[in-house]
């Protein structure tokens, strides 16, 4: 289960020179169905829709002679206008990056399958949830804040984002980490990304929370309490997408077969379980692999662990007054706990295939929550009334003209007869001389379709009439009750990660009076977590202003407690890369059959001397950094590497004149991995770099023994609860 990004061709060290057609993709990779632009399979080869031929050519496919040099008026003259290729290929270049993403823009992306289990049946008469119904899927993964070229481990808000090619159109399910939303109406989505983007003076800090005007807004606009208390969890740094729940956040309305609705909130369980890293893995991971959750997630699948997750709903009746046991279900900061409405699985989700090119899956994949099939339908929460403007809008901007449902990622895998025509980017070749109806010069076509005939019929949801003004519902008005239930929910070790967090937030605000506000707000959530933030920035604790809410904890809201798959874990093997090598092969065949990926770490690249196939070195004590592992497995205590010298590795650092028996690098090796709560194994032999890491041999989660098989068997039943919690006791 290695994934070892090698080329899936032998490359030779010299330029090759024989002309011969493009590879064909790895096989963990591929790309969008081969549909038309009106939604029809065209049976074609996928490969026939990249680069063909063996010969470079112009855009218009003449092949070319030569393309290091620009035409010139002689070998020292100037160059000349007519030279068409440099134009061209300048051109394109100047033109080949679009618009961002205002938000989520940084994101990673993979292609599925998404199989339904048919329990929605009975609810719904969406096509794609009948039984055994199987659907292409392709499902972005982003950070909200950042910019493209931000870090994957900073603490914020994931966007799960799926795309849905159903036989009866797309279905764009576009959600979240986390159940709730910073505001309850889309008029101030614009407020809460302005204040949580870089300062516009200076343009910093990027892609965190952590500055004024964030804590700014959201300490003055109360309803952002919730969403905020989530981010400052462990929520708020996933270890991976695979590990990462999924929300649709809003409520939807599913209508049967018989016309009946319930109103249903969508969740994403992921298989792995929902795990985080500890703040200063995020820290670490941001400098030494800024793209550590998209390698991640492209490993994974390359190495043939599947990432997976379960679709479930959450079922309420579809009442006037759209409420659950007190919850106001189009309210989108509010949750309804999985106590009072247990989530029903429907479907599983499977990604399996890795995108071939990032900009035309990738960047170019639009998503839109009004991308809808019979059977879902929206409700009236104001905040995905906005986001049915929004989400057009910015694809018209950000993808160039209204046609961007042509581009190969986007288009529907159902018929498309849409009577639009021209525009920015037509790819079609459309026929007739009536595009509008009804017409008679076309025969009548396209024609309408009845509900019999699987056309999209809104539920006539009755609307109450009202005079129009600008007010929110009563009952969005309790900014506090949710909060402190998840706050209650939390074990005490994630309310200390919590606690830190919001401390480390608030402290790098310049501004006093905004850090005394956020104490106000913390005040009203509990009285534990807003003095322990109050004592991290040195300030005096506010009353609380609110009566706390009488409600009980929600134990589904916490992350520990269970026990895990552990497909696709990466365990790092530590060796000198000279001795015990038969011991090295049976950890790492052992950890490879048990669906994990196992990572040889040595003093220097290459392979290790051993009988049967090669051991590959995956990564040096140069390169190697502990939070690309789940956990280690030391086989005896290497000695310092030629390199070890703070002049070529600042790791290593100055060593001294008695030189240390194990090299310092894996010394800070074992050092983080055991401050994050991973699990230690080792031979006997190991025991000596334990002792020049200052690590007792007997403390929780540290197993070392002659026995591979033994040791190994601990670690994988420590690994299935994620971290060695022991390592984390809790005052509170």
């Known amino acids: 289960m290695t994934a070892n990004h090698a080329p899936h061709e032998p490359t030779e060290p010299h330029e090759p020179r024989e002309p011969h057609t493009p590879l064909p993709p790895p096989p963990d990779q591929e790309g969008p169905e ?11 080869d996928p490969a026939r829709v990249a680069q063909s031929g063996a010969y470079l ?53 993979a292609h599925g399958v998404f199989r339904s289990y048919g329990t929605a049946s009975r609810v719904t008469k969406a096509a794609f949830l009948a039984p055994d119904v199987e659907t292409p899927v392709f499902v972005r993964f982003s950070t909200v804040l950042g910019s493209r070229g931000s870090a994957d481990t900073v ?17 764009d399910l576009v959600g979240n980490n986390i159940p709730v939303f910073f505001i309850q109406d889309a008029v101030k989505f614009p407020d809460i990304i302005h204040a949580g983007k870089p300062h516009p003076d200076r343009e910093i800090p990027q892609a965190q929370s952590a500055h004024d005007t964030f804590w700014d807004f959201v300490t003055l606009h109360t309803e952002a309490t919730h969403h905020t208390l989530w981010n400052m969890s462990d929520r708020g740094i996933p270890r991976s997408y695979r ?89 989108p900061t509010k949750i309804v706990p999985e106590e009072l409405a247990p989530v029903q699985p429907i479907g599983l989700l499977t990604l399996n295939a890795n995108p071939k090119n990032f900009f035309a899956e990738t960047e170019q994949v639009a998503f839109h929550p009004g991308h809808l099939v019979p059977g879902i339908d929206i409700t009236d929460d104001p905040l995905l009334a906005g986001r049915l403007f929004s989400y057009l809008d910015t694809q018209i901007s950000r993808l160039g003209g209204p046609n961007f449902a042509q581009l190969p990622i986007n288009r529907p895998h159902a018929p498309v007869n849409d009577m639009h025509r021209d525009g920015m980017h037509q790819t079609a070749v459309h026929t007739g001389i009536a595009p509008y109806r009804p017409n008679s010069l076309d025969g009548g076509c396209p024609f309408l379709a009845s509900a019999e005939q699987g056309a999209y019929v809104e539920v006539p949801v009755a609307v109450p009439e009202s005079a129009k003004r600008r007010v929110a519902p009563e009952s969005f008005g309790d900014h506090f009750s949710q909060p402190r239930q998840f706050w209650l929910s939390m074990t005490p070790t994630e309310r200390e990660h919590i606690i830190a967090a919001y401390t480390f937030e608030l402290g790098k605000c310049a501004v006093q009076a905004v850090r005394e506000r956020a104490l106000t707000v913390l005040a009203n959530i509990d009285p534990v977590l807003c003095e322990g933030v109050a004592a991290g920035l040195g300030l005096p ?52 059959a048990a669906g994990m990926v196992p990572l040889i770490v040595g003093p220097t690249g290459g392979t290790l001397d051993a009988t049967g196939a090669p051991l590959m070195v995956r990564r040096t004590f140069a390169t190697a950094r502990s939070v690309e592992f789940d956990t280690l497995f030391l086989v005896g205590a290497p000695a310092p590497g030629l390199d070890a010298r703070g002049s070529l590795d600042a790791k290593a650092g100055h060593l001294p004149a008695d030189t240390p028996p194990v090299d310092p ?18 031979t006997t032999g190991a025991a000596g770099a334990l002792r020049a890491a200052g690590l007792p041999e007997d403390a929780p989660g540290v197993v070392l023994g002659d026995d591979t098989g033994a040791v190994l068997a601990t670690l994988t039943e420590l690994l299935g609860k994620h971290r060695v919690w022991q390592r984390f006791p809790s005052a509170l």
Do not use: C
Not at 246 to 262: K, P, S, W, Y
Not at 553 to 580: C, F, K, N
């Open 243 to 331: 590990m990462m729940e999924g929300f649709g956040v809003h409520t939807f309305r599913l209508e049967a077969e018989d016309g009946g609705t319930t109103l249903v909130k969508f969740h994403w369980k992921p298989r792995l379980g929902v795990h985080s890293l500890v703040w200063e893995e995020a820290q670490i991971a941001g400098g030494v692999d800024p793209d550590f959750h998209r390698r991640d997630l492209h490993d994974a699948i390359e190495a043939g662990a599947f990432p997976q997750w379960e679709l479930g709903i959450q079922t309420f009746p579809d009442t006037p007054e759209q409420t659950f046991e007190g919850i106001d279900l189009l309210d």
């Open 541 to 592: 604790v506010p009353p609380a202003t609110v009566p706390f809410a009488d409600i009980e904890p929600s134990p589904a809201l916490s992350q520990l407690g269970a026990v895990w798959p552990l497909d696709g874990r990466t365990v790092g093997i530590v060796t000198d890369g000279t001795t015990s090598t038969d011991t090295v092969r049976a950890v790492h065949d052992a950890v490879d």
């Open 57 to 109: 050519t112009t855009a218009q496919g003449a092949r070319l002679y030569e393309s290091d040099h620009s035409l010139k008026a002689g070998a020292r003259g100037p160059v000349l206008l007519q030279d068409h290729h440099l134009r061209e290929k300048i051109t394109h270049f100047d033109h080949e990056r679009i618009p961002e993403r205002v938000v989520h823009a940084r994101g990673a992306a």
């Open 665 to 682: 690098r894996v010394t800070l090796l074992l050092n983080e991995a055991y401050r994050h709560g991973k699990a230690i194994g080792g």
């Open 155 to 171: 603490r914020d808000t994931r966007g799960f984002a799926t795309k849905f090619y159903t036989e009866e159109g797309t279905f």
């Open 34 to 44: 081969t549909v038309s632009p009106t939604g029809q399979a065209t049976g074609e």
